[in-house]
């Protein structure tokens, strides 16, 4: 039985069927599936089954990314309030738009993975400075800081991720708080990264929660 | 021949000397003048001397008449634009802040008496007067499927689309192809030769394909009523080889604008003579490239596109960032190996 959620989740998830998704959860509750159990054993995997989809270039939209996020991130929201202790947080990130940016979708779409990931996401939104980024990841002890940015202008300007690095670097926090970028300039050129001082880069927000959850270990270890 | 018979030669399988050689030089007017893009994009007449004097100086095929995209979202309400230093303006207000604001968005009964269409018409009839029986004059349309996310933002419109209800998605996209519809009669009647159809829902990369066919396909085919001579098919830089063939089964469209990122051998081979391919170089890698890669990428791209025919080689954005020596050698590249 519990084989045939997770088949039907997965499946409503590739067919971008929200109201489907929740029904089998629904359904899973209603038949003696404890919360955690939903959250790790049916939303977590469908996300990595998705990451493996997008890193084998299987066939998929981006349609599909964001519907997977967000559900993952409805259902673990609600599961969370009923698991009976709280679950490890596995690290925290800053996440935010570049200065002059004011794209919001890869965004979203990466925090939603995240959260299903037991990762503490905090979003300052569009439009954010690199002090507004350092500052939060220093305040809120964040091993990483993700910078989104969909236009060429944002991602290579001198108030965006190249900013945030000199700040990192000025204030000796670089091997203590790592700094990842996305957004379509980075599809175009898969080498643009280095020239804005990024540690890593992700082609897309699914995986984006995949390279950020490597470099919360990657800190953590260090 | 002109410009313009090189592209109507293109377009027809009619034999030409090259091939037309386009490039989006829309972010360049501001710098060519000396002002502010804010200065720059406030006057229609500005527009056009940017236009002019960049194709004096660089030489390729076309003029655009567009300022920028979010000039829609003022049409419709928009009260503020980000004005970057460099780069692109981009919508700062969204009209659409709640699903009940669709309901009152109003479309103009006749968008070209808005007074915001004015430095469109002003740019176009001032390009038509100079240029227009020689070189393609472009215009800037967004698709019913894409104009949405200039009034209300991607992440809430691909949510609306995606989850939220029917009747209110409709009811935008009905709202969105009125406008659609009217601009590309505006534009036109102004004297566009080409109009960039910009369908970011006509690509696989952001929907699926039975998607587009269910959904997007029909309001494109209501978008493009009118027909689609001059039309050219964009999804905004994202890969579209697998939606092209529904595409020109279904609207008719003569010209497909390829992502950077699309194989352009498949996308030749797919559209063969039935359209135009745009073969378009990748101009953000461009802006590392040296004048010397430059030159053979536009090489390998002309010699996959050329044989057949049915070809032209265009730039993508342009960013600011690009090194003079690299458009000259993309441009003379283009004029050199596009020669027949």
Not at chain 2, 162 to 180: H, N, Q, T, V, Y
Not at chain 2, 334 to 339: I, K, L, N, Q, V
Request: charged share 20%.
């Amino acid at each position: 039985m519990f084989e045939t959620y997770i088949k039907d989740y997965n499946e409503a998830v590739m067919e971008i069927d929200k109201e489907a998704a929740l029904e089998v959860v629904e359904n899973a509750l209603a038949n003696g599936v404890i919360p955690e159990d939903i959250v790790f054993k049916i939303v977590m995997p469908a996300v990595e089954d998705m990451m493996e989809h997008v890193l084998n270039d299987l066939d998929t939209n981006l349609a599909q990314h964001f519907m997977t996020a967000q559900i993952a991130a409805e259902i673990t929201e609600k599961m969370l309030q009923k698991f009976t202790q709280p679950p490890e947080v596995i690290g925290r990130v800053i996440i935010g738009t570049v200065f002059g940016d004011l794209h919001s979708l890869g965004k979203r779409i990466v925090m939603g993975c995240l959260k299903s990931m037991m990762v503490d996401v905090i979003d300052l939104g569009v439009n954010v400075t690199a002090e507004e980024f350092v500052n939060a990841a220093i305040e809120q002890n964040a091993q990483v800081i993700a910078v989104s940015s969909m236009m060429m202008h944002t991602a290579t300007g001198e108030e965006g991720s190249l900013a945030v690095r000199e700040l990192l670097k000025q204030k000796g926090l670089e091997s203590k708080i790592k700094l990842v970028v996305g957004g379509s300039p980075y599809r175009y050129d898969n080498e643009l990264y280095t020239q804005v001082g990024a540690d890593s880069w992700a082609p897309d927000g699914i995986s984006a929660a995949k390279i950020i959850c490597d470099l919360i270990q990657e800190v953590k270890q260090s | 021949m002109t410009p313009l018979e090189i592209l109507v030669a293109s377009i027809t399988g009619q034999p030409a000397p090259r091939v037309p050689v386009f490039c989006n030089f829309l972010d360049y007017g501001p710098r060519e003048l000396n002002m502010s893009p804010k200065e720059y994009f406030s006057r229609g007449e500005y527009m056009a001397e940017g236009q002019l004097k960049l194709l004096k100086r660089y030489g390729h095929d076309n003029a655009w008449s567009m300022s920028y995209v979010g000039i829609e979202a003022e049409i419709l309400g928009c009260q503020e634009i980000l004005f970057p230093k460099k780069g692109p303006p981009n919508v700062k207000d969204f009209v659409i802040k709640s699903w009940d604001d669709i309901a009152k968005l109003e479309i103009p009964a006749d968008i070209s008496q808005h007074p915001h269409w004015q430095t469109t018409a002003d740019c176009l009839a001032l390009l038509s007067d100079e240029i227009g029986s020689t070189n393609p004059i472009c215009g800037y349309a967004s698709s019913s499927n894409t104009l949405p996310i200039l009034l209300m933002g991607m992440e809430k419109w691909m949510e609306l689309v995606l989850s939220g209800p029917a009747d209110i998605r409709d009811e935008l996209m009905r709202k969105c192809s009125d406008f659609c519809q009217q601009q590309i009669k505006a534009l036109r009647l102004a004297g566009a030769h080409v109009i960039l159809y910009a369908t970011s829902f006509g690509s696989p990369y952001f929907i699926p394909k039975k998607m587009i066919s269910d959904w997007a396909m029909p309001w494109m085919q209501q978008d493009l009523k009118e027909g689609g001579s001059g039309i050219v098919y964009y999804c905004g830089g994202a890969p579209m080889a697998a939606a092209v063939d529904q595409a020109i089964e279904q609207l008719g469209v003569g010209v497909y604008y390829i992502s950077p990122l699309d194989n352009l051998s498949e996308a030749k081979d797919i559209i063969n003579t039935r359209a135009v391919t745009c073969g378009v170089i990748d101009d953000i890698k461009m802006v590392k490239w040296t004048p010397e890669q430059t030159r053979a990428e536009v090489k390998r791209l002309i010699e996959i596109g050329k044989p057949g025919g049915h070809f032209l080689f265009g730039s993508s954005l342009m960013p600011l960032e690009l090194p003079e020596e690299n458009i000259q050698a993309m441009i003379q590249a283009a004029f050199e190996f596009g020669s027949n």
